[in-house]
């Protein structure tokens, strides 16, 4: 049976409020939660064309994944993303960001949210009222035909309409753009040039090898460095001291309120910096994206209540990789990147 547990539950109990540092010295202060692993797009670089899902009776309801924030929140977390899988197609989701949302101030700096942008248009209003400032839509291609070749089912209008109307709830936006040799490498400069004339920000992702997918990822790799060295041909980019928190490292673009994002898995790593934990729908957390190291909160929430959590949280850092290691001709997980999202 499902117990009920709320921030007050979590101080009654008393936890050591100590906080998540891993066996490396990093503190975890920023939780990846995915609310689900379905999706309404296929896109080729994170899922098969085949997949098999979750079941839905495994899931987390939304009343566990707050008692889990707020364990989490109690152990010096601030920042929470949602994540999937697509978070939006998740049925009442946004009953679940209205609850994390009153959290912002009272322990959580903040709420954010990565999504395909599919289903922004009916939920940019209700996301902004909740307290969320700030999202990542990803985006790999202003065509329209490339766009659907990407994402297997994806319509390109959709997705912009969504992005009009959360920038004009008032969410800043950031633009991920996954950049594929032979695909859309040819349009990162057209991309950068569309963010910079809407005040978005502009993330560039190198892929990772998690799960089987049809693509021959080792053709489709494009190193961020060589990117990075074309961009500057055009613009001038100043390296930046921001830090949203993730694994991006920032470049100013002069003469615009851009700032470019660069995440190279492969090229540059970033894990000394780590500072966060991923927790899949049904509850499972993993302490890195590129391995399978992870204890199962779900039935230990159930059945022993926060300070099981609590133990089985400690345990997770103890075994928290260093970093990871990805070799692009295998994958480094049999899960994709919808269990434990981006
Ligand atoms: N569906 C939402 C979206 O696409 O934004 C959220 C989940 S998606 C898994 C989060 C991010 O992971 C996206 O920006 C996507 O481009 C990125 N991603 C997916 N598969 C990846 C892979 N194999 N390597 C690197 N990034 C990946
Ligand atoms: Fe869905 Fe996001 Fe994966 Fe694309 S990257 S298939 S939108 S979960």
């Known amino acids: 049976m499902t117990r009920h547990f709320d921030t007050r539950t979590v101080d009654r109990l008393e936890l050591a409020h100590a906080p998540m540092i891993d066996s490396f010295g990093r503190q975890i202060s920023y939780v990846r939660i995915s609310v689900t692993d379905r999706c309404d797009l296929r896109c080729r670089y994170c899922m098969a064309e085949q997949m098999t899902f979750m079941p839905r009776r495994d899931l987390l309801n939304f009343e566990e994944i707050v008692a889990l924030a707020d364990i989490l929140i109690a152990r010096g977390v601030r920042r929470i993303r949602l994540t999937g899988g697509e978070p939006l197609v998740r049925r009442n989701v946004m009953n679940l960001v209205e609850q994390l949302g009153s959290r912002i101030g009272a322990g959580l700096d903040e709420v954010t949210l990565t999504t395909n942008g599919t289903q922004l248009a009916n939920h940019a209003k209700r996301l902004f009222a909740a307290g969320v400032r700030r999202i990542n839509v990803s985006l790999d291609s202003l065509d329209p035909q490339s766009f659907a070749h990407i994402t297997r089912r994806g319509r390109l209008d959709q997705v912009l309409n969504g992005i009009e109307a ?7 936006i950031k633009i991920n753009m996954m950049a594929l040799a032979g695909v859309n490498d040819d349009e990162i400069g057209g991309m950068l040039a569309w963010c910079v004339a ?23 790799y494009l190193s961020l460095r060589d990117v990075l060295a074309d961009l500057q041909q055009r613009w001038t980019l100043i390296p930046s001291l921001y ?13 615009s309120g851009t700032r470019l994002g660069l995440i190279t898995p492969m090229s540059r790593s970033f894990c000394d910096g780590c500072n966060r934990i991923r927790i899949a729908a049904t509850g ?17 929430l159930r059945q022993g209540g926060p300070k099981a959590v609590d133990t089985a949280l400690n345990e997770l850092l103890a075994g928290k990789p260093q970093r990871h290691s990805f070799d692009l001709a295998q994958p480094a997980t049999a899960r994709h990147m919808n ?4």
């Open 166 to 172: 959360a920038a004009a709830a008032g969410l800043a």
């Open 198 to 220: 809407r005040g978005f920000d502009l993330t560039l992702i190198e892929t990772m090898p998690l799960g089987e997918v049809e693509d021959h990822r080792p053709e489709r």
């Open 243 to 255: 830090r949203s928190g993730g694994p991006a490292r920032y470049f100013d673009l002069v003469d």
């Open 284 to 300: 499972t957390v993993y302490g890195c994206l590129g391995h399978e190291q992870k204890v199962e909160l779900r039935d230990v």
């Open 339 to 342: 269990v434990t999202g981006g």
